[in-house]
């Protein structure tokens, strides 16, 4: 089974047309849509892309680096290329193993979920 990148949208703002003031100084939290090569369905995934100079000016104190993209610059077709590189290479027996392959780089909605007994 193989994982796909069925979507990348913004919550803050249209991906298509956002031009960041500064392209070396910007952060935005992306939702990506992955799921099944052969299958409709997908979960959600998410992850903080920033730059260091967006680091230099907004952390101050020590702080967790998980589920974030680090880049020199805001350049949607190449952040995009890397996400999809990334998940081509998340594969396996089932949806479970594939996601939490996934959850390794980019937050899963369903991350520490237990189903009731």
């Known amino acids: 089974m193989q994982a796909v990148v069925k979507a990348i949208t913004c919550d803050e703002v249209e991906l298509s047309s956002f031009v960041p003031s500064d392209p070396a100084t910007f952060a935005l939290t992306l939702r990506i849509r992955i799921g099944l090569e052969n299958d409709v ?25 998980r589920h974030l993209l680090i880049v020199r610059e805001f350049n949607l077709v190449a ?5 999809h590189e990334y998940v081509k290479e998340c594969s396996g027996n089932d949806w479970i193993s594939i996601a939490r392959m996934v959850a390794r780089v980019l937050a899963w909605e369903f991350e520490d979920y237990e189903q009731p007994r």
């Open 79 to 83: 952040i995009e290329h890397h996400i």
């Open 41 to 65: 369905g997908a979960d959600d995934f998410e992850c903080c892309v920033c730059t260091p100079r967006w680091l230099q000016q907004v952390v101050w104190e020590p702080k967790w680096g």
